[in-house]
Nanobody, 125 residues
Framework: QVQLVESGGGVVQPGGSLRLSCAASGFTLHYYGVGWFRQAPGKEREGVSCITRSGGNTYYADSVKGRFTISRDDVKNTAYLHITSLKSEDTAVYYC??????????????????WGQGTQVTVSS
């Protein structure tokens, strides 16, 4: 079964850190770029970061630049999002996704066709 499964979310205090994982199954992640998105209650889904299939290029939304780091381990068929210096406005459900074949990189959710179920990140004191 082709799927993505996110994990690693939780409740964390402001200034804290988490590492989110995106495990792929049913296909080889090596051949695809990976994007991370988030959606807060009442807001549209926002692209936060993506990494190309080679891992050679990474991209970040301005709101997370310098605080979030995307990476991948193709041996483990898994991508990661390390999030640090968390703020209350980072509270959201975080999703990983695979873009359509013709997309090299994108932070636009409409360019992605395979999504995980999401993992909740709550920043609260």
């Amino acid at each position: 079964q082709v799927q993505l499964v996110e994990s690693g979310g939780g409740v964390v205090q402001p200034g804290g850190s988490l590492r989110l994982s995106c495990a792929a199954s049913g296909f080889t992640l090596h051949y695809y770029g990976v994007g991370w998105f988030r959606q807060a209650p009442g807001k549209e889904r926002e692209g936060v970061s993506c990494i190309t299939r080679s891992g050679g290029n990474t991209y970040y939304a301005d709101s997370v630049k310098g605080r979030f780091t995307i990476s991948r381990d193709d041996v483990k068929n898994t991508a990661y999002l390390h999030i640090t210096s968390l703020k209350s406005e980072d509270t959201a459900v975080y999703y990983c996704a695979i873009p359509t074949d013709d997309i090299t990189w994108s932070l636009d959710a409409s360019d992605y066709h395979l999504w995980g179920q999401g993992t909740q990140v709550t920043v609260s004191s």
